[in-house]
């Protein structure tokens, strides 16, 4: 089921299939760096993981940077995508702008979807989730990023295999649709 978000054509349509994996990502207004340090992570962090117990979505892989955050999911019942984005950018824009006591500010533009329909799109999302700090300039190694899933996958596939799937997957020249050039 396709369901158009608007008129604004920057703003693609979101196709909701059940027993999907997807690729979401949404991003602060202006691409401002939000979440710049631990603390503000930490909120975005526990509005997300609140939002994936809330909707009973299984995450996959997870990043959160300064202006955005990317997750791969896995989802029963699609309906409830745009309630569960709704949930963790609404709670996180109301906790962080108390935190920065900032009340009223505009935190979250808009959010993409993506539905990864087989291996190549999986892996390769996993692996763009993973690569985000070093291509921001975050961090030089992967493992050094503490706001990502990137050493969970190590722990639950080992090293070998993390990195054998970024050879087979890899995201060099890999851009979403939803980063603007």
């Not at 990502?25 to 975005?44: C, E, H, Y």
């Not at 955005?68 to 699609?78: A, F, M, N, P, T």
């Amino acid at each position: 089921m396709i369901f158009p978000q608007g008129r604004n054509i920057h703003r693609p349509p979101h196709v909701f299939l059940d027993n999907a994996k997807y690729f979401i990502a949404s991003r602060t207004v202006g691409w401002s760096p939000t979440f710049d340090n631990d603390n503000k992570k930490q909120i975005l962090y526990d509005c997300i993981f609140n939002a994936l117990n809330k909707f009973n979505f299984i995450c996959d892989s997870w990043v959160i940077l300064n202006n955005h955050y990317q997750l791969v999911i896995d989802v029963k019942d699609s309906k409830n995508i745009f309630l569960f984005i709704k949930q963790i950018n609404g709670s996180s824009s109301r906790k962080i702008n108390k935190f920065d006591d900032r009340l009223g500010r505009k935190v979250w533009d808009q959010y993409w979807d993506t539905i990864l329909d087989n291996d190549k799109n999986y892996w390769t999302h996993v692996n763009y989730n993973h690569h985000n700090p070093v291509k921001h300039g975050y961090v030089k190694e992967m493992k050094d990023y503490k706001w990502s899933d990137f050493n969970e996958h190590i722990e639950k596939y080992g090293e070998e295999a993390v990195y054998e799937r970024f050879e087979l997957y890899p995201v060099v020249d890999f851009t979403p649709p939803w980063v603007e050039e």
